[in-house]
């Protein structure tokens, strides 16, 4: 069974890897893939976000690393897979996660989204969490792997460069 | 009894119908109320929406369609209504949908807000969805009504023309 | 429109008597009609429930007093209603309430469950609440109407005589 | 993979069939086990659960169904399954499940639980209210598999008779 | 300012004594309470509790051991308390310690319910948990300490023993 | 124990002050800390918004009023606090309030953060709605401290002069 992993991942958060290892561990391949941005911004382009995924995931042999456009039914049903896996938080938007999944399930009934649970440690954890904590000056250590971290302190300075006159 | 439905609409949906229609059976008169933008551009004019409305609603005699300006109550209290009736979701923000209720209490005590319960088929569905299906090139056939259908691809593709360079 | 509150009122609380008020200002007819007790003991009778709510509405002219046995929406159809009303409250289980609003809606698609949201005054009551108060010794003074109460205070010194060995 | 799909099933509804239908596409084997009764008295024996369960699932190739004591966790790894499935609603108790799946990652941090999304037809549906329909002399045609719906009559007058002085 | 953390304690779990924790090191006395039992029966009488509570609590200088009948209110104003301390678990009932909280607030406006949060481990743990694991033979090391482990175990061989004919 | 409030106050709104005269009746010191603007542009300025707590805030002999730049817990390990204070309102986001709180406490383990309970009659106030309301005409009587609903009203006849054409 392929399954297919959708996010933003801007940047990849320790929450995305260990939702990712989990999913290895249940499919026979994992494909995560980056999502269109709709609406908002992107600190990380299309490509750093990709490498930096591939870089972490090197070691997950059935789990490899792509980008999409559309919708993400259309992409799923493309690579053959059945399987969109999602993660729930203990803090989370349920709500958002029920409109997506009971959408997708009505654009291609025959993907099912299946929902796996992040470690308890990461269950405050999100993209925006991060790129926040990192702003403010504070560390993300232990939030995101350490590739990731790098490139957020260096991106945010870049930004803060820019925004101030 | 005089109830004010009041919505954004942009676009309407199929889960705004199946209200409208919950309502009509409900009430002696239901007012379909276009409210103001706040914050957000949006995709229609109120002018746009209100056709598209009364097109869809014209087959509901005891159902008109308005647009407003200023505070919800105000404008209930101008229609000689005493009722606001809004949609529940099962899947839905209750915590903003009880905020606007309890305020609008607070600014009115005699109006009265009433909670229908949208049908389960359409419990996933906003107008927020609706866009983003159609933006990323998706059908919403079944999700809104055709006449809607029509004029939101039409839309989407003059937005993207403006938005891509 | 006559509409059907119902409800197990065992016993009857402030927040119980706020809704009703809501509702004869909003339907023309209120039946406010006792369930069938499934399960648990009740505190006190069908009989002596009605009586307290009946004192308690009596200043109500479009509000009557009743029970029932059986499904609710059988009830509901038998009195020719259309409308259940449910209190909704800003701390409240609307699982639950959901729950039966869609059995409801299965098992009689023409009734419609209206919502309305109780004072946030009583957002915290319910009869269980008031019980346990009045059990532990608390006054449930501005909880429930005086008559509850008295009656309430009796009842349960008589349940402590029968609990104490 | 095979994947457990536990539950007490007393009875069975239209919402577990239709999760195990999605179980059964998704995974290479399922086992549908019969959880035992923690604290309340069921209304059918595991043994009878067990039939009406066989009997619904016959036509699915890669399920069967079985029965556990003790714990899940310890059921699932003595079947060399490292899946658990469970059912998530649009009205539903994600906290008990959360608890439950955190406790479990907890006891077997091998075995993992995988969310089903039932559809959005059978959200509001579960066997206390198959029940509670049936004893208050409803039809639960639609809800539950007509067999199981057969025995649930027969074994709530059966109850009925016994209840009843 | 002295703070009472009530509770049922039946038994207390790691939960509970991270709790403990942190609420002494945000007031100047702890004063853990053992609630009446409202309903049902449970597993380890007061005497018992308040034992395995004082052992482990030992090393807590702040923090002292009792027990209370009546209203939480009543014993708090009577402890010349001012602040009720509550646990919210990420996985948690908030609107039953919501409604609590309000009703509290109620009875005696100067009595303030102060919120702390549980560890992120312990966010599923819950006393009928640790009873449920235990009742089923797995192991709550971890999650009680190691004195409640041991009279747990015991305690519900007795229970198996007194119910199995 | 010196507690630290943190909020954007933007404006402040009854419901700030009930937090902070409860915070003040539980707390040695509290510090009212007026948060830096991440993202959307602020009505007033970190200057105004001071002024209108100090003046609101004068009457409570242990509370002070500052703002701050960075991460909250270095502000509050600066000031020697080791308490945070939010308030949880019966209609609210606890789960970016969670978020935010396991952030903070890994950042900064022992910086506790401790919710307090807004009255029942602020349950739906916050700073946007109380903006919202006067951008739309309405009248903020009894939801903001009246210097605070004066320069409101001219704030927002500024804004509505420059937005309009």
Known sequence: MIAVYPGSFDPMTNGHLDLI?????????????????????????VEERREMLSEVCRGLRNVSVDSFDGLLVSYVQKKNARVIVKGLRAVSDF??????????????????TVFLMTSADYSYLSSSLVKEIAALGGSVQGLAPESVEEKLKQRLQEAVRRDTP
């Open 21 to 45: 290892e989990r999913a290895a561990s249940v499919f026979d391949e994992v494909i995560v893939a980056i999502a269109p941005n709709v609406g908002k911004e992107p600190l990380f382009t």
């Open 95 to 112: 709500q958002y996660e029920f409109e997506m999944a009971l959408t997708n399930r009505r654009l291609a009934p025959s993907v099912e």
